[in-house]
């Protein structure tokens, strides 16, 4: 019988840490079947910080280097220029890269570092119980909103991909989804070609995945899905933000 589905060689058997729902699983296949189609299993280094993908050297069977909270392009950027020869990326969510570690994106992105960032947003630091993060949407509760986001107060929602669409050294950016079939289709090219923008040694690249959080946003899986894809794009629109490659369209 021909096998037509498997698991990732990239990805771990492992028990499941993540909540249900959660779309932390999907993109860390994803990522892991770019890693295989492009044959860098054994060159890939993962750099995943504090925050719910704390443990994701549990779950990618490649090297990981564990940053302390919001330093991953910090630490990706040393790991790189050390060895050149190596695929580096970080994996963070946006309580992470969007806050904390604001400073590391802008500076790592305006440089140019020959890294990819894998930036997971469900608006809210999802880890640490479900305080509003720089991505919680206007109106959207958290244990520290609970009467939801006030503009006024809290500011707008930070659209931290458009801001290192402005940095010189940054070349790919996208932003995508896992809340549909298709999204998810579309999240595995951008994600594969910012991997390719690093071995092509073009510059800086970054993917930011729209994914829901049913725990944090006290949903069950189905209506969280559907409102990562009818609400979240309403302020974080998909769509390629900067592509200087001058890769062909697809």
């Known amino acids: 019988m021909k096998k037509i589905f498997e698991a990732p060689k ?4 492992n028990l499941f840490h993540y909540c249900p729902g959660c779309g932390h699983s999907i993109i860390h296949r994803l990522v892991a079947e770019v890693i295989d189609e492009l044959g860098i ?4 280094i993962g750099v995943p910080p504090a925050g719910c993908a704390v443990l994701a050297y549990n779950y990618f069977d490649v090297d990981t280097g564990e940053a302390p909270h919001g330093r991953a392009l910090a630490v990706a950027t040393g790991l790189k220029r050390v060895l050149k020869d190596h695929v580096v990326f970080t994996y963070q969510g946006d309580g992470d890269i969007a806050a904390i570690g604001t400073a590391e994106s802008i500076h790592a992105a305006n440089r140019g570092e020959k890294v990819t960032a894998i930036f997971v947003n469900n608006g809210t630091y999802g880890m640490t119980g479900g305080q509003m993060a720089p991505t919680t949407l206007p109106g959207m509760g958290s244990t520290t909103t609970p009467g939801g986001r006030d503009v006024v107060r809290d500011g707008q929602p930070l659209d931290l991909t458009q801001m290192l ?36 040694g073009l510059g800086f690249a970054l993917v930011e ?4 959080c049913p725990t944090n946003w006290k949903m069950d899986p189905v209506a969280a899905y559907e409102w990562t894809d009818k609400e979240m794009t309403k302020i974080f629109p998909l769509g390629v933000i900067k592509d200087i490659t001058g890769y062909d369209k697809d």
């Not at 299993?41 to 890939?44: D, H, I």
């Not at 940054?170 to 579309?186: G, M, N, Q, Y």
């Open 41 to 44: 299993q054994e060159r890939t």
């Open 10 to 13: 990239s990805l771990k058997e």
């Open 165 to 200: 669409g402005q940095a010189k050294g940054s070349v790919f950016l996208e932003r995508v989804s896992v809340a549909t079939p298709k999204h998810i289709r579309r999240a595995k090219k951008a994600i594969k070609k910012a991997f390719q923008v690093q071995l092509d």
């Open 209 to 212: 995945v729209l994914s829901p």
